[in-house]
């Protein structure tokens, strides 16, 4: 999400009036709040500005700007933050892009259709795009003095709330293994057992990592069907790959494939299985540098009479807390489940928990009723100690509810031994 811009005048005022000599170094500037300081600077240093708040600031040209030193022609404000125009003299965009090299590294390149050479750097504060607009040749080598560059900064939202921040909790540990099993497959659908614990697969490839607790033999059994019909089909194919991401290892292998004069194909399931399923197993011992807490203090569900209760209370308290706009409560129910998931896979990308938690925030925006499923069976691990709800009467335990808008929510649970209340561990 980007912070707009709230400080305003008249522009034409502005245009208008006479400039102090002063230096705005436009450099400094980070965030919104840092750029409110040097636009409030601007304003003191302008005896004719009026201010006027139902005006909006479009565009500035008062001498004195400079980013880190090179000359600014132009500051434009925006929705999405600001855009700095050079002039075109002095070796102005020249001088720009080693500015930001320096201070921020080479960035992501790209030349765009025109011939436009565009950097890239993004951080947790802001985003900058360098746009290079060169008069003579398309080769940075023939950058000169009368190129024009823009750099666009636009300023990222920050949050105080713990779950949004969890990345600066992550340990990066040297050489982790990121166990991933990676699907391939045609004309079928699957289920993943790790433990004889069913592990949810929403893509074509699943994180194993998250559901290993500790050092011993991991068993995944893959279960496979046929889409449609009561057999496999003649094209219908599958393949599993378990792929340790970290060394780009293959630790092993299922598929179904026949080799014909040197290649390799995928081979139909139906002519070596002709059958209504099919059952393939990889056994492992993984090597992580530390395993997750999880659900290994959980108690055995199984046998407690309230089970049901539990869960539709949970979810009921996960609905009420959107409803009333519960921040920390929301953390609370879900701190543990988000850092553990992403210490085992080393995870420090900020976009991915800023965007939860913008997820969570939009939740809170659009829902006004939601409802949980009455009606579901329940899958526990071998141990009982972790359980999955399966809904029989809705799409997902919690469905939140607005205008043009829902929601769905379903996880795993447990019982730390020292509560009488469920947890959430994983998703």
């Known amino acids: 999400m980007i912070k707009t811009i709230s ?3 008249l522009f034409f005022s502005l245009m208008s009036c006479n400039i102090s000599s002063t230096k705005y170094d436009l450099g400094t500037i980070h965030s919104q709040n840092e750029l409110n300081n040097i636009l409030n600077l601007m304003q003191k240093n302008n005896i004719d500005v009026d201010i006027d708040s139902s005006f909006y600031y479009d565009e500035l040209t ?39 090299e320096n201070d921020k590294g080479f960035g992501n390149y790209k030349t765009d259709l025109w011939e436009n050479h565009t950097f890239q750097w993004d951080n947790e504060q802001e985003n900058l795009k360098l746009k290079l607009e060169l008069a003579k040749g398309n080769h940075l080598a023939n950058i000169g003095e009368k190129d024009n560059a823009t750099l666009e900064i636009t300023f990222n939202d920050s949050y105080k709330i713990p779950l949004a921040n969890i990345y600066k909790q992550i340990k990066i ?7 991933i099993l990676k699907i391939n497959s045609y004309g079928v659908y699957y289920q993943v057992y790790l433990n004889n614990l069913r592990i949810d697969n929403l893509y074509s ?11 011993g033999p991991i068993s995944l059994k893959i279960k ?15 393949k599993a790959t378990l792929v340790n991401e970290t060394t780009e290892e293959i630790v092993s292998s299922i598929a179904t494939i026949v080799k014909k004069g040197g290649t390799t194909y995928l081979y139909p399931i139906s002519l070596l299985f002709d059958k209504k399923s099919e059952q393939f197993e990889i056994n492992f011992t993984p090597k992580l540098n530390s395993y997750p807490k999880a659900w290994s203090d959980g108690v055995d569900l199984r046998k407690d009479k309230k089970l049901k209760k ?12 959107v409803l009333t706009k519960d921040e920390q409560g929301i953390n609370d129910l879900f701190y543990t489940m988000l850092l553990e998931e992403n210490q085992v896979i080393q995870n420090t990308d900020y976009k991915f928990f800023t965007e939860n938690w913008v997820q969570w925030l939009t939740n809170f925006k659009n829902t006004y009723k939601y409802s949980i499923s009455e009606n579901f069976k329940i899958n526990f691990n071998t141990t009982g100690k972790l359980i999955k709800t399966i809904p029989l009467d809705k799409e997902s335990m919690l469905i939140l509810t607005g205008k043009n808008f829902n929601s769905k929510h379903n996880y795993y649970l447990y019982q730390a031994q020292n509560s009488s209340e469920l947890k959430i561990i994983r998703q």
């Open 173 to 179: 540990e040297k050489n982790n293994p990121n166990y």
């Open 62 to 100: 008062p001498k004195g700007m400079f980013y880190n030193d090179v000359p600014i022609q132009k500051l434009v404000l925006h929705g999405l933050g600001i855009t700095l125009h050079t002039d075109t003299i002095n070796f102005s965009a020249k001088r720009l892009l080693e500015t930001l």
């Open 224 to 238: 496979v069907f046929p889409t449609e019909g009561n057999t496999f089909s003649k094209e219908d194919s599958f």
């Open 310 to 321: 539990k869960i539709i209370a949970l979810y009921k308290k996960i609905g009420e807390f």
């Open 205 to 215: 490839w699943i994180s194993i990592n998250p559901y290993i607790l500790d050092k």
């Open 7 to 9: 400080l305003s005048c």
